[in-house]
């Protein structure tokens, strides 16, 4: 993740000054793993984003199901609750959680108890739970009209 991170930022803050991009419209998104390494930077860089679109994340220490890669926990040292320490960091982050609730791959639970940690800290946040909809929550959540439209409406 701390590699993973900082080559990002970097890429991040070269296409800002590349391409004169707005430093309070950054949105970030990701789903599964993408959905984990989201909610890791945003947790430990909260003063970047402006705001987070989230698909069937994890939060908590989690085995890849095909890849037996293990992803530990997003809790800050010290913290027991992973969805307690990520909603401190990220509470002003307005954020859009989604999550198939058919998922056999990620457990809905990881982003019930994220929104319900979220909502306990006060945070602006949306959870959208797709009946029916198994692990590939994105293609639903991508195309709705209606999150491009949350998105340009978040400023930092």
Not at 5 to 23: K, V
Not at 47 to 67: N, Q
Request: hydrophobic share 45%.
């Amino acid at each position: 993740h701390l590699a993973g991170g900082r080559a990002a930022l970097a890429a991040l803050d070269q296409t800002l000054a590349e391409f004169n991009g707005d430093p309070d419209r950054v949105y970030l998104t990701g789903y599964s793993a993408g959905g984990n390494g989201t909610l890791f930077l945003a947790s430990r860089h909260p003063d970047r984003f402006a705001a987070l679109l989230v698909i069937c994340p994890f939060v908590g220490e989690f085995r890849g199901t095909t890849s037996g890669v293990i992803y530990p926990s997003l809790a800050m040292p010290g913290d027991a609750d992973a969805y307690a320490s990520v909603a401190r960091r990220i509470a002003h982050i307005p954020t859009w959680l989604f999550h198939g609730d058919a998922d056999s791959v990620v457990s809905v639970d990881e982003s019930r108890k994220l929104a319900a940690a979220l909502k306990a800290a006060g945070a602006d946040v949306q959870y959208t739970e797709l009946p029916g909809v198994n692990h590939d929550a994105w293609t639903p959540a991508y195309a709705r009209p209606d999150v491009l439209e949350w998105l340009l409406r978040q400023s930092r």
